[in-house]
T-cell receptor, first 115, second 112 residues
C-alpha cells in the first residue's frame, strides 16, 4: 500500500511563528502536492512539485513556501504564521501518468491552529 | 484560471435511493476526472475516475459520466447505504502539468 505520512497531526502555533509541515511518501512517486482544506471551499492547491528541487505555485501560494530536497519528502513552510492560515493541510503524492494527472494518495492531514 | 464547480453542497437521501452529484469544469484541456470520498476524520480516497476518451464508467454501485462538449461530469450512486455517507469531491486534472483541481465537495447523508 502507498503510504503518505505527515509528521504532525495537530499543531498549535502563535502568530508570527515559522511553521514546518513535513510529508514523506514511500512509493517513489515523482509528484507531490500540498492542499489546504477548509469547510465549503474544498481542497485548494497551495504548491506542487514534479521533481526534486522543482516547485510550482498552485492556486493559493501566498504566505507559503515549499522545499523538496529529496524525492520522498516535501515540506510546507509558513514563514510567519497568521490566524487566517488556521486550517487542515493535506499532503498528497502521485505517480507520473501518460497524459498528465493521476490518482492522488493523501496523508492523514495536519490540523494547524494559529492563535 | 482553472475552476471546478460542484453541486449540490449537501445531499440527503433515503437508504436504497440513488444520489447524483454534478460538476462542471472550465479548462477544455482537462483530460482526467477523478472522484474522491472522504469519511469523517479520514483522508480523501479515490473511488472512481474517468479519462476524456471515455464517456461513462461503472464500478458496482458507482458510475461516472462525462460530457466533454458541455464540460460536465457526474457521479451516480445507486442503492445507497449508510456507509456511503461522506463528503465527495470531484476534480479535474490538466494536461499542461500534473496538478488536480478540486470542487468544493458534497456532503452526502444516507438515512437508514
Amino acid at each position: 500500500d502507498v503510504k503518505v505520512t505527515q509528521s504532525s497531526r495537530y499543531l498549535v502555533k502563535r502568530t508570527g511563528e515559522k511553521v514546518f509541515l513535513e510529508c514523506v511518501q514511500d512509493m517513489d512517486h515523482e509528484n507531490m502536492f500540498w492542499y489546504r482544506q477548509d469547510p465549503g471551499l474544498g481542497l485548494r492547491l497551495i504548491y506542487f512539485s514534479y521533481d526534486v528541487k522543482m516547485k510550482e505555485k498552485g492556486d493559493i501560494p501566498e504566505g507559503y513556501s515549499v522545499s523538496r530536497e529529496k524525492k520522498e519528502r516535501f515540506s510546507l513552510i509558513l514563514e510567519s504564521a497568521s490566524t487566517n492560515q488556521t486550517s487542515m493541510y493535506l499532503c498528497a503524492s502521485s505517480p507520473t501518468m501518460a497524459g498528465g494527472a493521476g490518482e492522488l494518495f493523501f496523508g492523514e492531514g495536519s490540523r494547524l491552529t494559529v492563535l | 484560471g482553472e475552476n471546478v464547480e460542484q453541486h449540490p453542497s449537501t445531499l440527503s437521501v433515503q437508504e436504497g435511493d440513488s444520489a447524483v452529484i454534478k460538476c462542471t469544469y472550465s479548462d477544455s484541456a482537462s483530460n482526467y476526472f477523478p472522484w474522491y470520498k472522504q469519511e469523517l476524520g479520514k483522508r480523501p480516497q479515490l473511488i472512481i475516475d474517468i479519462r476524456s476518451n471515455v464517456g461513462e464508467k461503472k464500478d458496482q454501485r458507482i458510475a461516472v459520466t462525462l460530457n466533454k462538449t458541455a464540460k460536465h461530469f457526474s457521479l451516480h450512486i445507486t442503492e445507497t447505504q449508510p456507509e456511503d455517507s461522506a463528503v465527495y469531491f470531484c476534480a479535474a486534472g490538466y494536461t499542461g502539468g500534473f496538478k488536480t483541481i478540486f470542487g468544493a465537495g458534497t456532503r452526502l447523508f444516507v438515512k437508514a
